[in-house]
């Protein structure tokens, strides 16, 4: 995790294995970063909220609310604050 604080770069690509390290840089506060992909996002707010959304008028949302509400955790139909 060390490794990906030291090279992290504004703008920067990172793979998709990185992203758990990335995440908890993120939560810790040690880096400020929104993950954007072609077909979603994630996004970080304050006491460790995550806007996590689909892109797209072709997004299965009622699929990816059940896989999320199985997980245990709350999915909402909200804006990210952070778009």
């Known amino acids: ?17 990185e992203i758990p390290d990335l995440s908890k840089l993120i939560l810790r506060e040690q880096v400020w970063a929104k993950l ?5 996002f994630v996004h970080f707010g304050y006491d460790y909220y995550m806007y996590i959304g689909l892109k797209g008028e072709n997004s299965d ?9 199985y997980l245990g955790l709350f999915a909402e139909r909200v804006k990210s604050p952070y778009s």
Request: glycine share 4%; proline share 6%; hydrophobic share 35%.
């Open 1 to 17: 995790m060390h490794d990906l604080l030291e090279r992290l770069k504004e703008g920067e690509d990172v793979d998709a294995p």
């Open 36 to 40: 954007d992909h072609p077909s979603m």
């Open 61 to 69: 949302y009622v699929a990816f609310e059940q896989k999320i509400n």
